[in-house]
């Protein structure tokens, strides 16, 4: 009976990791001043946490039971690992190489200006809500 | 007892490597060795084993590295030139005055941004990088804030353009004279003191840094921004340019005249925006302005 139990138990984890299989496909590092982790692929969604230029995010590939694996979520998001976190981030925030970022290039500078937590959480809800645009090459 | 010595020496050579790594300068093991062995004493021996030569190349990456260490040092003290610190303290403005913009809310995409690089494109602007923040909030109408080179932000607010029902076209036409005036430099000029452009590019190490002047310059932000706006010289030079810019395209010098023919009708008739002459003096004087002179025969 204990077996049989234990067999039940066995298979229905399986079947439970079996509707969702991540997989890492790359580490990419997030590129402007602050940003944040979302619970949800949209820019209203809620924070899981700050994270500052340069940081290194694990973009996963998912891939639930009859299904492709995919990267992109809700045309531009990503499915990434921060840290304890797993969330959602734009995909054009982040790069494959490692930023040279403003607070890294003037550190003493960026510190002078006591920063707390609240303007680092503004900063990165700045670059969630910019509409950005690039005007074509000549 | 072995074991305790063994379980003592481990923890005191963990804590030793641990408060070693914290140090962000900690001395490399050739800077270590300079400094314990004393080759000058011992020059007789190091010559009768042929050595001299090794003790230059040491020496000489040794000085290498102090070298490298201080200019390193050095540069985190650097204040950004003028063509980095100006998006640093216009997002720093935009960030302390979240509370009074109200710029972090729900909107549905409008599709400004691409009409405004469709814009900036006809207009013969190239490569370059437009960042728009959506606000809340009546007091700030519209505004080009300075930025780094190539980039411009803007700040637009979504009940002014609800009030007016701008389409996407007016919005952009009233971007592009935001985007003629921050590259004609009104607004850095006018938050910058004199002393700045000594401070931008510069080093303070081992000096005070300047935080007034930092804190004046986001003073005159919230100064330009809310009360003081831009001069009616300003103001004319830049209808002017615009007239001549839109002459070539009659679809926008149109738009442009029928926009601000809206805004001063707004201007008079809306409390709310009564304001917005002293910072944009005034709609009434562009009109003037734009509208051709009558010949007298």
């Known amino acids: 009976m204990s077996r049989c139990l234990i067999l039940f138990l066995l298979f229905s984890s399986f079947s439970v990791q079996g509707k969702m299989v991540k997989k890492i496909e790359k580490v990419m590092y997030y590129k402007y001043m602050f940003g944040h982790l979302h619970q949800n692929p949209s820019k209203y969604s809620t924070s899981l946490t700050t994270i500052g230029c340069a940081h290194p995010l694990r973009v996963y590939s998912v891939k639930t ?18 840290g304890p976190y797993e969330g959602y981030i734009r995909s054009q925030q982040l790069s494959r ?40 090459v000549r | ?48 084993d042929m050595l001299t030569q090794e003790v230059k190349k040491k020496v000489s990456r040794i000085q290498n590295i102090k070298k490298k260490r201080k200019k390193r040092d050095l540069q985190k003290y650097l204040i950004p030139g003028e063509d980095e610190i100006w998006s640093f303290l216009s997002e720093l403005w935009l960030v302390k005055s979240a509370p009074v913009l109200k710029w972090d809310f729900q909107k549905p995409e409008y599709g400004i941004e691409e ?33 780094s080179k190539g980039e411009y932000i803007f700040v637009l607010s979504v009940p002014f353009m609800r009030t007016l029902d701008l389409s996407k076209m007016e919005i952009s036409i ?11 430099g009104y607004f850095a000029n006018f938050v910058k003191p004199a002393s700045f452009g000594s401070v931008a590019g510069s ?22 921004i809310f009360d003081r706006g831009f001069t009616f010289q300003q103001q004319f030079e830049i209808t002017k340019d615009l007239n001549r810019l839109f002459k070539s395209n009659m679809k926008y010098w149109n738009i442009y005249y029928t926009l601000l023919k809206k805004i001063d009708e707004l ?3 809306n409390l709310l925006y009564n304001g917005y002459v002293k910072i944009f003096p005034s709609p009434e004087l562009q009109l003037n302005w734009l509208r051709p002179k009558k010949e007298v025969l």
């Open chain 2, 203 to 224: 080093n303070f190490k081992g000096e005070k840094f300047p935080n007034a002047l930092f804190k004046t310059i986001l003073k005159k932000y919230d100064d330009i």
């Open chain 1, 65 to 82: 039971s009859g299904s492709k694996p995919r990267m992109v979520f809700n045309k531009e998001w990503y499915f990434v690992k921060a």
């Open chain 2, 174 to 184: 009233l971007l592009f004279e935001d985007f003629m005036r921050v590259r004609k």
């Open chain 2, 115 to 147: 009409s405004f690089k469709e814009l900036l494109e006809e207009m013969g602007h190239y490569e370059i990088d437009v960042k728009v923040i959506l606000v809340n909030t009546p007091v700030v109408t519209h505004m080009a804030l300075p930025s």
């Open chain 2, 1 to 48: 007892m072995k074991k305790l010595l063994l379980v003592t020496l481990f923890s005191f050579s963990f804590f030793s490597f641990a408060q070693n790594s914290g140090k962000p300068t900690s001395k490399t093991i050739e800077e270590k060795e300079g400094e314990l062995v004393d080759f000058k004493s011992i020059q007789g021996v190091l010559k009768e």
């Open chain 2, 267 to 269: 201007t008079k008739t």
């Open chain 1, 97 to 136: 190489r490692k930023p040279k970022c403003f607070q890294d290039k003037y550190p003493k500078f960026v510190d002078q200006f006591d920063m707390e937590i609240s303007d680092m959480y503004n900063w990165g809800r700045l670059y969630d809500l910019y509409l950005f645009k690039r005007t074509r």
